[in-house]
């Protein structure tokens, strides 16, 4: 009689991520899973797709900067009368977290942008998985907090400087139910420009700011920041990052359409006006906020561009429609919250500042930070 020989073998249990092989377009469908690809979701013919403009702001937010929020896009509305979007990427230093509920009650996505925006950039390159968590998943649950807005409001991710940290910033957003990053720009993927895709399997979107992901993660979204050209035909993933730049407000105009008739006339992908509020301040720039003011006026009657919050371009991602279908939706929703505010003086332990929080919650007992993000 024969005897079984049992082998037992040892299994090392490991967190290491399976590495993402070359996507499979038949395997990889939407609603939940895009290969990495200029081709237009749902098969769309470019003139039957919804034309997406977003302009976003990073870094906090406060009373200097929320005047020129106020004055450049609160009221606007698309052509189909839906209120026009903003994406806000807020970090958590001096940011007035009354001044997020405002922005946030005013129907303007708040997406995350670290707790630390630490300046050492090899911090972020080097950054591990428990860094990303104290930096996005906690920053969450503190902006949540202390702007007294929904968790699940808050999507999105933008890296400081734009500095890929590998794969532990999407491993926690997988984590930490965020749904997708904007800081991963494309100079090689802009005439056909890239649309957003998944990270399911391995992305062939070119790496600028290395180190890219590598990893499989599925679910989570890349919304490629597809760069402008500057006056020299140079790439700039950031509007202020651009070098050879005008000096007028209708040189201005004519630059911010050229970039965009890139997109409008090409497939369509998402059109990015990415910017920090300074650029396009009255009292810094005139030329430049006129001109985006003058580009905004315009895109705000036509019958295929809208200017959404970067969310709900996933969500269209996801289930395409084609733009007559798309202006009739119903125009996005948000829960109203209240702001009972608070302002206090805190004591931070990392640096031993002490910050006015300007809040809509009780006072914290320290500055929060890294590691403590609602200063318990
Ligand atoms: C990301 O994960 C893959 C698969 O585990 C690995 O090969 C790669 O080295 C990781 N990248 C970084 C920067 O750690
Ligand atoms: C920058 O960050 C890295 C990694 O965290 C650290 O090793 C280095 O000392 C820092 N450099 C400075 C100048 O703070
Ligand atoms: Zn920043």
């Excluded at 399911?200 to 700011?209: L, P």
């Excluded at 315009?298 to 019958?303: E, V």
Aim: charged content about 15%; glycine content about 4%.
């Amino acid at each position: 009689m024969r005897s079984a020989i049992v082998l037992v073998s040892l299994f090392v249990l490991t967190v290491a991520q399976e590495l993402a092989e070359p996507c499979d377009e038949e395997a990889c469908k939407l609603p939940d899973c895009r290969c990495s690809s200029t081709s237009i979701p749902g098969g769309l013919a470019a003139r039957d797709t919804p034309q997406f403009v977003l302009l976003t702001f990073d870094d906090a937010v406060n009373i200097i900067n929320i005047e020129t929020y106020r004055d450049v896009i609160y009221n606007r509305r698309n052509s189909n009368s839906c209120p026009a979007g903003v994406t806000f990427y807020v970090n958590h230093e001096y940011t007035d977290y009354q001044l997020v509920n405002e922005l946030y009650n005013h129907g303007f996505e708040i997406a995350l942008h670290s707790v630390s925006h630490m300046t050492n950039q090899t911090y972020w390159q080097e950054a591990s998985y428990d860094d990303m968590v104290q930096e996005l998943g906690e920053q969450v649950v503190q902006m949540s907090h202390f702007a007294n807005i929904p968790t699940d409001s808050i999507k999105g991710v933008r890296l400081p400087f734009l500095q890929m940290t590998g794969n532990a910033s999407f491993q926690v957003m997988a984590d930490y139910n965020l749904e997708y990053d904007c800081s991963w720009p494309t100079v090689s993927q802009i005439n056909p420009g890239l649309w957003p895709y998944t990270l399911d399997y391995a992305s062939t979107q070119d790496c600028i700011i290395p180190p890219c992901p590598t990893a499989s993660v599925p679910g989570v979204w890349v919304l490629p920041m597809v760069t402008w050209r500057d006056l020299n035909n140079n790439p700039c993933s950031m509007v202020d990052s651009c070098l050879a730049v005008p000096s007028t407000e209708e040189e201005w105009f004519q630059l911010i359409l050229s970039n965009f008739e890139r997109h409008y006339f090409g497939n369509r992908a998402p059109f990015g006006f990415y910017i920090h509020e300074w650029y396009i301040r009255e009292n810094v720039n005139p030329h430049v906020g006129r001109a985006l003011k003058r580009f905004l006026d315009l895109i705000n009657n036509l019958y295929d561009v809208f200017m959404v919050n970067s969310q709900e371009v996933i969500d269209w991602v996801k289930n395409p429609v084609p733009v007559n279908e798309y202006a009739q939706q119903p125009c996005r929703t948000y829960v109203p919250t209240m702001c009972a505010p608070a302002t206090c003086p805190v004591a931070a332990e990392h640096n031993l500042n002490v910050y006015w929080m300007s809040i809509c919650n009780v006072c914290p007992r320290v500055y929060p930070w890294l590691g403590n993000p609602l200063g318990q």
